[in-house]
């Protein structure tokens, strides 16, 4: 089976630009979570949404939103993008067990020039 | 924010010994997690250990928690060149607000 994917893997954006980074669960997995990654601190919880409903999000400014589609895949996205916004940002997908392990995609790099 | 705190920051050993880590956090928690991640790319999950646990095995990795001090502690048994990573705990409150991660461990294994 296929582990959770991103796409893209990386991307180059300016200030003021918007971006929609996209994340597929594993299949079967209905929760999908986004964390942002900032170099050389640990993840930051950004969203979780369950059954295309946002259950959960961090303290981040509403430039940053997100969605999940009817199929569980799910897209972030960032307007007015600014220099602080560069990180990594991981998608993590979760089975219908509700606590249990995250598995976590490889991450989409994004950098604000 | 973050909940956790690894200890240390950073940690060098010789290929084949023991590397221990320790995690330390704020709040009540369901379950404590640790991840590995190399080189900035996506994490890996090795361990869960619930609330309710005290000490967990998988392979080479011992986790032990202790609910009344807030903290747990990783353990990697004989350690390889490859074990090399960035080694994150975090938290699981069992609510909607995700898992709350600490700043993590740089462990080097040298050959």
């Known amino acids: 089976d296929a582990g959770v994917t991103q796409s893209p893997t990386h991307l180059i954006k300016t200030r003021g630009q918007h971006v929609t980074l996209r994340c597929s669960p594993i299949?079967?997995?209905?929760?999908v979570s986004w964390y942002q990654q900032v170099l050389g601190q640990g993840p930051q919880f950004i969203f979780q949404?369950?059954?295309?409903?946002?259950?959960g999000r961090g303290n981040f400014p509403d430039r940053f939103s997100a969605r999940q589609f009817p199929n569980y895949s799910s897209e972030l996205n960032v307007n007015a993008l600014l220099l602080g916004d560069s990180a990594l940002y991981l998608c993590?997908?979760?089975?219908?067990?509700?606590?249990?392990?995250?598995?976590f995609g490889p991450g989409t790099r994004l950098t604000v020039l | 924010s973050q909940q956790g705190e690894e200890d240390p920051q950073a940690l060098s050993i010789q290929e084949g010994e023991n590397a221990t880590m320790n995690c330390s956090y704020k709040?009540?928690?369901?379950?404590l997690q640790w991840y590995r991640q190399n080189s900035g790319r996506g994490l890996v999950h090795l361990i869960l250990?619930?609330?309710?646990?005290r000490e967990k095995h998988s392979g080479r990795l011992r986790v032990t928690l202790d609910t009344s001090k807030k903290s747990s502690s990783l353990l990697i048994t004989a350690s390889r060149a490859a074990d090399t990573a960035s080694y994150f705990c975090a938290t699981d409150g069992g609510g909607a607000d995700g898992l709350t991660f600490g700043k993590g461990t740089h462990l080097i294994i040298q050959p």
């Open positions: 949404y369950y059954e295309k409903e946002e259950r």
């Open positions: 250990i619930r609330s309710n646990e």
């Open positions: 993590a997908s979760r089975g219908q067990v509700r606590y249990n392990e995250q598995f």
């Open positions: 299949s079967g997995h209905k929760s």
């Open positions: 709040t009540s928690i369901n379950n």
